[in-house]
Every structure is written in structure tokens, then in C-alpha cells.
């Protein structure tokens, strides 16, 4: 964007791995995450603070049996969570400052209640995740451990549909 005059300009080209679907920037503005729609890998790049541009990428392959469903970035931009629905579970990892790899905090969070987890914010005090979880038509609630990432089952909101009005949460 040109600061003089708000034109954007034109746009340029990062190719990747994968058929990227989802991307997150941490709060700080220095590393840019992307997944693949269904993949099982997360690619961070990083971001040139003047230009924009996207530098050299680090990937994380989770697995096989890994499917990634959406990514989140904590408010301290030092832990990231992806869902999985694949497994009902939660993914959390600590970025590292310097490269902005990803590593695992801890195991998945299991849900093991039927519940698909689909998209995950994170509030921004970095207190909280929120996942949308598609076959209970619900969205679940989950603690951030400030010092490690680690999440913590919180609580659950059903959503609730009526013929006269949107979807609510009760």
C-alpha cells in the first residue's frame, strides 16, 4: 500500500508447497503461517518488515494421519494452535523467536466427545481459544497457560437455531 496515496501495488507471487488455505500473522508482524486445506503441514515464512516480502519458509509436517482444519496465533505471538478434526483434537506449538519453527507443546488436546473442531480464535489477551466444533453445533471454550501454551478445557456453548432468527449461542 502506498502510504502517500492508500494504492495498493501490484501483488507479489510466494509459491508454495501446498494448496495454502489459512494464514495467520503473529502480532509482532514477523512471521507469516500458512496451512493447506486438508494438509498436515505448517509452513511459517518469514516477513520482511519494509517491503513485505515472504523470505525463507520452515515447515512442519504433523503426520499422516493429521488433518488441518484452521490456525490461531496467541496475543504474545509465542504459541500457535491448529485444529484437527481428523483426530477431534487441538494442536498447540511454542514459535520460535528466531526461526519461527513450530514445536509441540505437550500432547493434542483430545476432545473425545464426537466434537469436529474446525476454526480456533484466540481472544486478544491471549487468555483464552475458542474452536468451532461443526458436528455439535457448538463452540468450546479453552484456557491458555500464558507461561507454556498449554490449553485447558474450559466449557462448551451449543448453538441454537430457531425458525425466525440466525443462530445463537446460549
Known amino acids: 500500500v502506498d502510504a502517500s496515496t492508500g494504492e495498493l501495488s501490484s501483488p507479489v507471487t510466494k509459491t508454495v508447497t501446498d494448496d495454502v488455505q489459512h494464514l495467520v500473522i503473529t502480532p509482532n508482524g514477523r512471521w507469516l503461517m500458512a496451512t493447506p486445506a486438508g494438509g498436515s503441514t505448517v509452513y511459517s515464512y518469514t516477513i520482511d518488515a519494509s517491503t513485505g516480502d515472504l523470505g525463507s519458509e520452515v515447515a512442519l509436517d504433523l503426520g499422516p494421519s493429521v488433518t488441518i482444519a484452521s490456525i490461531a496465533v496467541d496475543s504474545s505471538g509465542k504459541f ?86 440466525s443462530p445463537a449461542i446460549t
Request: proline share 5%; net charge neutral; hydrophobic share 40%.
Open 80 to 165: 500457535a494452535y491448529v485444529s484437527d478434526p481428523a483426530n477431534e483434537a487441538l494442536r498447540q506449538f511454542q514459535i520460535n523467536a528466531q526461526t519461527g519453527a513450530l514445536s509441540p507443546v505437550g500432547s493434542a488436546v483430545i476432545y473425545g466427545t464426537g466434537l469436529v473442531p474446525m476454526g480456533i480464535a484466540v481472544d486478544p489477551k491471549g487468555s483464552f481459544a475458542f474452536t468451532a466444533d461443526s458436528s455439535g453445533n457448538s463452540v468450546s471454550m479453552f484456557g491458555i497457560n500464558c507461561a507454556n501454551g498449554s490449553l485447558s478445557y474450559r466449557s462448551s456453548a451449543a448453538a441454537r437455531h430457531s425458525s425466525t432468527s
